[in-house]
T-cell receptor, first 112, second 116 residues
Framework: DAGVTQSPTHLIKTRGQQVTLRCSPK?????VSWYQQALGQGPQFIFQ???????QRGNFPDRFSGHQFPNYSSELNVNALLLGDSALYLC???????????FGPGTRLTVL | AQTVTQSQPEMSVQEAETVTLSCTYD???????LFWYKQPPSRQMILVIR??????QNATENRFSVNFQKAAKSFSLKISDSQLGDAAMYFC?????????????FGAGTILRVKS
């Protein structure tokens, strides 16, 4: 049983560019959350998707947007990249309202 | 807004000994969940233990146990018989129950080093 997978593993972009990160949830899970983890800090909640809709959103600007597909996989899009967007982006999946979230290995984004 | 504070940026423990990691949180809710997650250098976050706020009994998972003090809003993790594989970043996390969804609020983390 495959766990949560994310692609790509690493990504390097320049300021002003746009980026798309991808996540496939654990088999059977219907809810996907995205977190941003800056170096040496704890993850910060970006948003959560359930039934292809954004269910919760953290304190992130509109440059951060997402999508969930009918197969429950998800994308995180970031427009107009800033240096401060450099971080590890974690995807987590769960069943609706379930307590245990399963995390993927993350995508390391570097903005130059 | 809920906040989670981990006041120990780094801790060290000798192999086979016991270590306690501290966590405090701030919330006005009476029902919520608390978690400890482990993030090894490979980066994949793993759930270590969880505690329901309505349960008075402290959760235990093998060598891992918590000391949950609801009135003090404290949630510490005790690791007994520490092993080299316990070396990782540990995050305390809070899940509010009065919101639609199951987002987690994380602390800044504590790096645990295990000495052989």
């Amino acid at each position: 049983d495959a766990g949560v997978t994310q692609s790509p593993t690493h990504l390097i972009k320049t300021r002003g560019q746009q980026v798309t990160l991808r996540c496939s949830p654990k088999s059977g899970h219907d809810t996907v959350s995205w977190y941003q983890q800056a170096l040496g800090q704890g993850p910060q909640f970006i948003f959560q998707y359930y039934e292809e809709e954004e269910r919760q959103r953290g304190n992130f600007p509109d440059r951060f947007s997402g999508h969930q597909f009918p197969n429950y996989s998800s994308e995180l899009n970031v427009n107009a990249l800033l240096l401060g967007d450099s971080a590890l982006y974690l995807c987590a999946s769960s069943l609706q309202y379930d307590n245990e979230q399963f995390f993927g290995p993350g995508t390391r984004l570097t903005v130059l | 807004a809920q906040t989670v504070t981990q006041s120990q940026p780094e801790m060290s423990v000798q192999e086979a000994e016991t270590v306690t990691l501290s966590c405090t949180y701030d919330t006005s809710e009476s029902d919520y969940y608390l978690f400890w997650y482990k993030q090894p250098p490979s980066r994949q976050m793993i759930l270590v233990i969880r505690q329901e706020a309505y349960k008075q009994q402290n959760a235990t998972e093998n060598r891992f146990s918590v000391n949950f003090q609801k009135a003090a809003k404290s949630f510490s993790l005790k690791i007994s018989d520490s092993q080299l594989g316990d070396a990782a970043m540990y995050f305390c996390a809070y899940r509010p129950l009065m919101e639609y969804g199951n987002k987690l609020v994380f602390g800044a983390g504590t790096i645990l080093r295990v000495k052989s």
